[in-house]
Each structure stands twice: as structure tokens, then as C-alpha cells.
């Protein structure tokens, strides 16, 4: 069962953005944080009340100033928090006493620094709010915009001079430097209408899902805006994904926390755990999110998408007036997988007719001074209208009245059409005209690329979006392994045991079996029929082949009886002690190509599913493709596509069969509603090597091994999260 949030949710985050009354606690004038907090909201056009807490002053800005809040007559929707981190409680509890639920803290001094003292603080906050049902923003933060009301709860200099146009995006960010700084600047400058701006600081109750859920039900907003170091609560994070593809409404987000500098930078930053990054990748892709690399990107995907046209195909219309140009986007698209076709012979033949052969009347379109001509609208609408073409961008330069003509060709067009922009960025002509419609614009072409690659992949994803299916195991078999594993909790498990507790699920599982003396070796070999494969079967023994543990391709009992002396002989040599189980005797299985499948329990997102290269390849090669379980068919799809050279592969190179990829799909699926049902039971799970075999032979599980996950935590007392 999903996350779910309390039912006053709705109504007390509502608070944030449409108070018509606020406290603000340290409010002062000047520079300050508090003076920087009521200059906003006096200046910034707030037209409700406003409440200036401070006990060392009478008035702040011509308003009367109390020195409580329990002072303070009437009620009060929204509490605004700017004093020093170790008066912040008493202000807390004073809100609390008062009725005031929604609570944004500005003030530092807790978690993400401060040492034992602030986490100290942030624990009694946490408590505090759980017991006493608040919703809290911060602490650490700089607050809260809605710029479409003029409710500017926060602490950036004179925000209120310079902001962005208003339109259909939120912005969601745990740092509010870039949330005020980079961000709000890049999307001013790039034309970009914003409604919600909001910092989340330490999240010591609010989350930032918490506020993309808002952002994602306020039917006014068409994408979010995330700026992200770390998550605390998967299972909101899933569902706040989940709402998401359901509303059709993207998230576009920047991840940080790549490297492991980056993640301790996080920590300290806003106390967040930056997690795998890979694993977090891999969400992002399973669930449609639109993860970007800066915030340019940021900002101009989110436009794009904001438009609401998505691509129905991978066929590019490239127009510009410079060959060198057309030719530099069509390998830009070529490289991103797009295709870029003849046009129809109807839009090639009036195009010739117009320019009389100065140009090229072929895609790529080299106009050359046709672009500033009389003609070029109409060869802009018919190549927007061709029906070989499903996107369109035009990389040129021009003045306002030309800006005017492409805005006016691209209110006629249902299709993707972006501009990249050939000129300076400190044009004042046609660059500001461009920017502020509604029109996608561009300075790079590679990243207008991106763009439209990201527009294709999301369409791709709400076409393809479908909820995981049914468990294929029976409750009954599920729960005599989770009994099982619940008895060897903390424990690495040997292959023979993982297969013995995993025999119960008719998984694909080679023929093998333990065997303790040389003559339990030769009756096996002789059912199993050779050539047969030898391995050390040990708790202690992570990598069979790093230790000489595995020997293939034996094909008589003299062979046999050899490889089985030389074995327990090995295992003696070690410099630490092993205790070996017994020697895995195993039918060899040839053909075919060898895949890791494996499973690992991630602290915020659970059970995970990861395919990459298998056997002694899978550490050396890197490239693997992760996703969060269960997942559906057509994610083992995805991930398969994700591993370079797979797909090529598994249909069949140098004259060789195609391999059976349906049964790989299954597998996959069936192992990660395995994951999903054992949860924390199961740290992880591997089956290295599996072995894809030709198409209509299924796939065999080679190796596996579980390492049980460690005993459950005893939670301690008053510390349940309640948002």
C-alpha cells in the first residue's frame, strides 16, 4: 500500500501560499533576514494582514509590533520564523498554543550544522510537530513564493523588483540559494512564467515531495521545477511519482549527490542523504521523470514541456539559413537517435518554386537569405505541417519582426517546434521577443536536442505507463522464505542454501547439487549427463573465480574426480579459514550469453532491480540498468535497451540465433516482485550468471546468492513521523 497522506494535508499546506494573515517571528527593518522577510511582504503587494513579533520593538515598518505571538489578536494562517536556532522551540510551542499549524523557519542552526547541539534541536522539532500536528517548511531555509498572489514569505533580497513573468510552473528546491538565486534568474531571463517558488531547507517536517503533491493538484501548473540533494521518505516519493505520470504533468529536476564529495556536500548542506545515484537515475527513467545536468537546462526543458506538444515520432524538420548549421543539427539529432527525412514531395516542390535553386529545398532546409525573405512564413508553415515531419527547429537569428513571424507560425502547429538562437545573448531585438512567447528558445543546439529527446522519452513513457501486475508467487510459498530468512537475519548465504530456499519458486534454476564426497560428485555428473562444472559452495567465498573455486567444462569421471581433489585442496590454502558446505556439482550449460541479475535493498527507495553484464564482467564492463521493484514488462524492455550493444545482441550477431529476450523480461519481472514481496528480509540477491539461451530455450539461473537483511531496528519512543 502506497503513502497516504493525513487529511488536513491539503488545507494546512494551502497555508503557505494563500495566508491571509502572517506572523512574522524577529521581524526588524533593514538588511537583515527579518527585515528582508517584511519588506517583502509590505513591498511585495501582500494584501492581508501582517504581524511583526519581535519583544524589542514597538513597530516595524509603521505596522505595531507584539512581543508574542500568544499576543497577537485574531487568528493567524502562517507563522514565519527568523530568529536565532536556539529560540526557534519556544516560538515553535507558542504557535502551537496559539492554533498557527503552518510554520515556515527560516533560522539555522540544526541539523546541518551545530553538531551534536543542532541535531539535538531538529530532533525536538521533529517530535514536537509530530505530536502536535504541524506542518513545518525548513528550518534552514529562505522561504516560500507565490507570484501570482504577491505572497512573497521569504528572506531574499528585494525579490519583489525582478521577477519572472507568471505562469504554469512550480519550482520545489531543498537549497533556496538556488531556488531565489539561479534558478528564479535563469527563468526570468529565459522567459520563463513561474507560480510557486518554495525552499524546504532541512525538512524537518515538509518534505519537498510533500509540495510537488500540492504543485502537482493545483490545476494551474503544468510542470515542476525540482532542485534535489537527497529524499527521506520512498514511499512519498513513489507516490508523489505515481500522481505524476497520472496527471501528465512532468517533473523536471536536477539530482545532486553524483559523486561522493557531492553527497558529503549534501549532508552538510541541508542534512540530506544524497543515496545511489544510479538507483535514483534509474527511478527517474521508470517513472518519468525528466532529470536534467544544469540549470539552463532546467529551466528551458521545463518551458518546453510546459507547452504541452510532444513528438509522436523521431522524424526532425531542420531549418536554418546556414548549411554548416543544418549540418551540425542533423548529426546533433542523429546522435540523440532521431531521424531526419525527405520531406514530402508536395512541401519539396513549392519550396523549390519559391527559392528558384538559392538554397536547399530538401531536409535539412539551407534557406540561406530566403530566411528574411517574403516567402520564408510559408515555408516555415509548410514544413511545420508536412506529414513527414513530427518535430520541427529552426536555428537562425532576426529581428522582432521576425521573432513576430515565427511566434505567429507556431500558434497555427500542434507539433514540437523549437528555436536555437545564432546570435549574441545581449541581443535586444528579437531574442526578448522570442523569449517571452510561448515559443521553446534556445542558445545551445545540442541542448535544444536534449529537449526535444526529453519531450519524445516522456511521451514514450505516459504511452507505455502501466501499474506492475500481480505477484506470480502464492502468499503461502512467499511466506515460508520470509520465515526462513527472518531465522538467518544478518547472514551471507552460500548458493547451495539460496537455491534451497529459492526452490520453492520454480525460478529457471540449472540442474546442480551439494555434494560432500568425490562418489556423491559422479552420481550427480551422471544424471546431470557431462560435461559438468565444479565450484566451491561457501558462505566466506564472494567471488568463486577470484580463488580458483570454479572449474568448467569437465567431461569425465577421471576429470571429475581430479577437478573434486583440487578443490578441497584449494580451499585449504587460504590465508583465512573457510568453511566449505561442499562442492556444487552443476550440468554445464553452453550457448547463449551470460547477464547478472541482482537485487539490493535501498534505505529510501527498497528493493531494487539492477541487469548488467554477467559473470567475471560485470565489476570490469560498469554498465548495468536499475530499477525500483516491482517493475513491468515494459520496464525489463527498458533496461535491456539501456545496456549498450544488448539489444544487438540478443537478436542474433555474426550469424547466430536470436536469443530468447521474452524469457529475460520474465525473469526479470518475476525476480523483482520476488524482491518486492521479501522487502528488508533480502539485502540483496544475486543471480550471476544468468544465461539467455536461444530464442525459445528460456534463460538458466547459474549462480545465486542472498545475504539476509539485518534484524529490524526497535523503534524508539516519540519519534514517529507523521508527515
Not at 49 to 66: D, L, M, W
Not at 91 to 109: D, F, L, M, N, Y
Not at 539 to 553: P, R, S, Y
Not at 649 to 671: F, H, N, Q, S, Y
Given at each position: ?281 534509474g527511478f527517474f527513467r521508470q517513472k518519468g521523470f525528466v532529470r536534467v545536468d544544469d540549470y539552463d537546462e532546467l529551466c ?5 514541456f510546459a507547452k504541452g506538444r510532444f513528438p509522436k515520432g523521431n522524424r526532425i524538420g531542420i531549418i536554418s539559413h546556414s ?401
Amino acid at each position: 500500500m502506497g503513502y497516504r497522506w493525513p487529511q488536513d494535508f491539503d488545507r494546512m499546506i494551502r497555508n503557505f501560499f494563500e495566508p491571509t494573515s502572517i506572523a512574522v517571528v524577529g521581524a526588524t527593518e533593514g538588511p537583515g533576514y527579518g527585515g528582508r522577510m517584511v519588506d517583502n511582504l509590505v513591498d511585495g503587494g501582500f494584501t492581508g494582514k501582517v504581524f511583526p513579533v519581535n519583544p524589542k520593538r514597538a513597530e516595524v515598518r509603521g505596522i505595531p509590533c507584539v512581543p508574542s505571538i500568544s499576543e497577537i489578536d485574531g487568528p493567524v494562517d502562517l507563522a514565519a520564523i527568523v530568529i536565532p536556532a536556539p529560540a526557534v522551540m519556544e516560538a515553535v510551542e507558542q504557535c502551537a498554543r496559539k492554533g498557527i499549524r503552518s510554520i515556515v523557519i527560516i533560522s539555522a542552526g540544526f541539523l546541518e550544522r551545530d553538531g551534536d547541539a543542532g541535531a539535538r534541536r531538529q530532533g525536538d522539532l521533529q517530535r514536537f510537530a509530530s505530536e502536535n500536528g504541524l506542518y513545518i517548511c525548513g528550518p534552514n531555509c529562505l522561504g516560500i513564493a507565490n507570484l501570482k498572489d504577491n505572497v512573497q514569505v521569504n528572506s531574499t533580497p528585494a525579490i519583489f523588483k525582478d521577477l519572472p513573468g507568471v505562469g504554469p510552473i512550480g519550482v520545489v528546491s531543498q537549497s533556496g540559494a538556488t531556488a531565489f538565486g539561479p534558478i528564479l534568474c535563469k527563468a526570468r531571463d529565459r522567459g520563463v512564467g513561474l507560480k510557486y517558488i518554495v525552499s524546504t531547507g532541512n525538512e524537518a517536517g515538509l518534505e519537498a515531495t510533500d509540495f510537488i503533491r500540492f504543485m502537482l493538484e493545483d490545476p494551474e501548473i503544468r510542470v515542476v521545477i525540482s532542485f534535489i540533494e537527497g529524499f527521506k521518505n520512498g514511499d512519498k516519493l513513489k507516490a508523489v511519482a505515481d500522481l505524476a505520470l497520472a496527471r501528465r504533468k512532468p517533473v523536471v529536476l536536477m539530482k545532486m549527490g553524483r559523486s561522493e564529495a557531492g553527497g558529503r556536500a549534501a549532508l552538510t548542506h541541508t542534512a540530506s542523504i544524497a543515496g545511489s545515484f544510479q538507483v535514483y537515475d534509474g527511478f527517474f527513467r521508470q517513472k518519468g521523470f525528466v532529470r536534467v545536468d544544469d540549470y539552463d537546462e532546467l529551466c528551458e526543458v521545463a518551458k518546453a514541456f510546459a507547452k504541452g506538444r510532444f513528438p509522436k515520432g523521431n522524424r526532425i524538420g531542420i531549418i536554418s539559413h546556414s548549411g554548416g548549421i543544418c549540418t551540425f543539427l542533423t548529426d546533433a539529432c542523429d546522435t540523440a537517435g532521431f531521424e531526419v527525412p525527405p520531406l514530402s514531395p508536395e512541401t519539396t516542390t513549392r519550396i523549390d518554386e519559391i527559392l528558384k535553386g538559392f538554397g536547399g529545398c530538401q531536409n535539412p532546409l539551407d534557406l540561406t537569405g530566403a530566411t528574411r525573405g517574403p516567402h520564408f512564413p510559408e515555408i516555415l508553415d509548410r514544413v511545420l505541417h508536412d506529414p513527414n515531419v513530427d518535430s520541427t527547429i529552426l536555428m537562425t537569428r532576426g529581428d522582432r519582426g521576425f521573432a513576430e513571424k515565427v511566434i505567429a507560425a507556431d500558434r497555427t502547429s500542434e507539433k514540437p517546434f523549437l528555436f536555437t538562437w545564432t546570435h549574441s545573448e545581449f541581443d535586444s531585438n528579437g531574442l526578448p521577443a522570442l523569449r517571452t512567447s510561448d515559443v521553446p528558445t534556445f542558445i545551445s543546439p545540442v541542448k535544444c536536442v536534449k529537449a526535444l529527446q526529453h519531450l519524445r522519452t516522456y511521451h514514450q513513457k505516459l504511452i507505455g505507463a502501466q501499474p506492475p501486475g500481480a505477484s506470480p508467487f502464492s502468499d503461502a510459498r512467499l511466506d515460508e522464505i520470509r520465515a526462513e530468512l527472518d531465522t538467518r537475519r544478518g547472514s551471507a548465504l552460500p548458493e547451495g542454501e539460496s537455491r534451497k530456499i529459492l526452490s520453492l519458486l520454480s525460478l529457471p534454476f540449472c540442474p546442480s547439487e551439494c555434494c560432500l564426497s568425490v562418489e556423491d560428485a559422479k552420481q550427480c555428473a551422471q544424471r546431470f549427463g557431462y560435461p559438468v562444472v565444479l565450484k566451491m559452495d561457501s558462505a566466506q567465498i564472494l567471488h568463486k573465480t577470484e580463488c580458483n573455486g570454479v572449474i568448467l567444462d569437465i567431461r569425465s569421471e577421471g576429470d571429475l574426480t581430479s577437478g573434486y581433489e583440487k578443490l578441497t585442496a584449494t580451499c585449504k590454502t587460504f590465508e583465512t579459514p573457510v568453511s566449505l558446505n561442499g562442492i556444487m556439482v552443476q550440468k554445464m550449460v553452453i550457448g547463449g550469453i551470460e547477464l547478472l541479475l541482482g537485487t539490493n535493498n535501498d534505505p529510501v527507495l527498497g528493493p531494487t532491480l539492477m541487469l548488467g553484464w554477467g559473470g567475471i564482467y560485470v565489476e570490469a564492463l560498469g554498465m548495468s540498468a536499475i530499477r525500483v521493484c516491482p517493475i513491468t514488462p515494459h520496464d525489463a524492455d527498458e533496461m535491456i535497451r539501456e545496456i549498450p550493444g544488448l539489444v544487438k545482441i540478443l537478436g542474433g550477431t555474426r550469424g547466430g540465433p536470436p536469443l530468447d529476450r521474452k524469457a529475460l523480461c520474465e525473469l526479470m519481472v518475476r525476480v523483482s516482485h520476488l524482491a518486492h514481496a521479501l522487502g528488508d528480509r533480502a539485502a540483496s540477491m544475486d543471480f550471476n550468471p544468468i544465461r539467455v539461451l536461444p530464442e525459445g530455450q528460456g534463460v538458466m539461473v547459474l549462480d545465486c546468492r542472498i545475504v539476509a537483511g539485518s534484524p529490524p531496528a526497535v523503534p524508539s519512543r516519540g519519534n514517529k513521523e507523521r508527515i
